[in-house]
């Protein structure tokens, strides 16, 4: 039996951690308010917005900490949440009315518990001898989302972003990667004709006026795969830097991919060829 949100418990008693707030004006709220709203503020203070259970579970899947949980009073009620809430006791959670917590929802349709957490930041260095995807100037963060979840998928474990794009762990890039970021080594705003002088595999770009078809190309050794902008490609500096062109065949009438979807055709091509 779940407990009322008035009264989250474990097995019959308390929760201790659980805190009810009902104040607008609270300090609290205020602050979430301003992260809801406010990518740069998040970025500034390092902190990230987690939606939803299979968020919240990915980062204490990768070890990640929990600063603390809210929970709208429909939400405490939902016996998925309750039971989370039931086996996190030791979590700072803080539960307030529905119309408050619409106030600091990072989704039009709120799954009723948000949690906050510090941006995990990489340990180390990239690691220039290990496979790797690079992004230049992606700007859309669904995409940059499936982007790293493709990635994560196909057993890649860092990713390199250039100044110029989307946000890796605003709530929408989060939602779009469903956990990955927090199964890779993410590099934000990295200067990436650094990062390919500096990388020790192959750097492969995909491009229209590539003369090799993916499929006709050695892919042996550590690959970097650079991945550019929705509009305009990967940048012609970058593209120069990149130690290979290759191009995607397209029998039918379309002329071009989505960008994720065309990084989905080559980081699988790469799992293909390496477990046959």
């Not at 805190?19 to 609290?28: F, I, Q, T, V």
């Not at 990713?159 to 709530?171: E, K, N």
């Amino acid at each position: 039996m779940h407990c009322p949100s008035a009264q989250l418990c474990p097995g019959g008693a308390a929760l201790a951690a659980v805190k009810h707030l009902s104040s607008r004006d609270n300090p609290r709220l205020k602050q979430l308010r301003r992260w809801a709203a406010n990518g740069r503020a998040r970025r500034e203070d390092g902190v990230i917005l987690l939606d939803g259970l299979h968020l919240i579970t990915s980062l204490q899947a990768a070890a990640g900490s929990i600063q603390e949980v809210i929970v709208s009073e429909s939400g405490a009620r939902k016996a998925e949440i309750a039971d989370w809430l039931a086996g996190n006791a030791q979590s700072d959670i803080v539960v307030i009315p529905d119309p408050l917590f619409a106030e600091i929802a990072v989704t039009e349709t709120p799954s009723g518990i948000l949690a906050v957490a510090v941006v995990p930041l990489p340990l180390s260095p990239i690691d220039n001898d290990r496979d790797c995807v690079v992004l230049d100037g992606i700007q859309d963060p669904g995409n940059v989302g499936t982007l790293l979840r493709t990635a994560a998928a196909a057993g890649i474990r860092q990713a390199v972003l250039s100044p110029g794009c989307a946000d890796a762990w605003a709530p929408k890039t989060l939602r779009a990667g469903q956990g990955a970021q927090f199964e890779l080594a993410v590099y934000e705003n990295c200067d990436l004709l650094a990062t390919l002088a500096a990388y020790r595999g192959t750097s492969i770009v995909t491009r229209l006026d590539a003369a090799s078809s993916l499929y006709e190309t050695p892919l042996e050794g550590p690959l970097a795969w650079v991945f550019g902008s929705e509009g305009q490609g990967v940048s012609a500096p970058v593209r120069a830097a990149a130690s290979l062109g290759v191009f995607i065949p397209m029998p039918g009438r379309t002329e071009s991919l989505n960008v994720a979807a065309a990084a989905a055709v080559c980081l699988f091509e790469v799992v293909r060829r390496r477990r046959s």
